[in-house]
Nanobody, 119 residues
Framework: VQLQASGGGLVLAGGSLRLSCATSGRTFSSYAMGWFRQAPGKEREFVASISRGGGSTVYADSAKGRFTVSRDSAKNTVSLQMNSLKPEDTAVYYC?????????????WGQGTLVTVSS
C-alpha cells in the first residue's frame, strides 16, 4: 500500500489542523492505521492509531483530549484532527499502516507532512 500524507502547515499555538493520509490499493480494510511524528533532534514517536475496523483508537498521552484519529473506508483515508496545538507539537507527521487488527509495528510509511506551531 502507498500512503500520501497532507494537511501540514504553520499554525499559531491554540489553533487546529487536520492531517489526511490517502492510501492506494483495494485493501484499506486490511490495515490498522496510525500517525507518528518526529520533532527536530528527536526520535520518531507514536501519536495515535485506529484499528482495522475503526472501532478502537489509541492515543499517546500527549495527544489525549486534543487529537482525534478517524478513518473513512469509502475514501480509503485516515485523518488526524489536531486541536489546541502547542509549540511542542511541531514535527514531521507520518501516517503508517500495518496489516492486521491493531497498529503495533508499521509495515508501511507515508512521506511525512510538516506541522509547525508558533507561540
Amino acid at each position: 500500500v502507498q500512503l500520501q500524507a497532507s494537511g501540514g502547515g504553520l499554525v499559531l499555538a491554540g489553533g487546529s489542523l487536520r492531517l489526511s493520509c490517502a492510501t492506494s490499493g483495494r485493501t484499506f480494510s486490511s490495515y490498522a492505521m496510525g500517525w507518528f511524528r518526529q520533532a527536530p533532534g528527536k526520535e520518531r514517536e507514536f501519536v495515535a492509531s485506529i484499528s482495522r475496523g475503526g472501532g478502537s483508537t489509541v492515543y499517546a498521552d500527549s495527544a489525549k483530549g486534543r487529537f482525534t484519529v478517524s478513518r473513512d473506508s469509502a475514501k480509503n483515508t485516515v485523518s488526524l484532527q489536531m486541536n489546541s496545538l502547542k509549540p511542542e507539537d511541531t514535527a514531521v507527521y507520518y501516517c503508517a499502516a500495518e496489516i492486521g487488527p491493531q497498529l503495533r509495528v508499521p509495515d508501511y510509511w507515508g512521506q511525512g507532512t510538516l506541522v509547525t506551531v508558533s507561540s
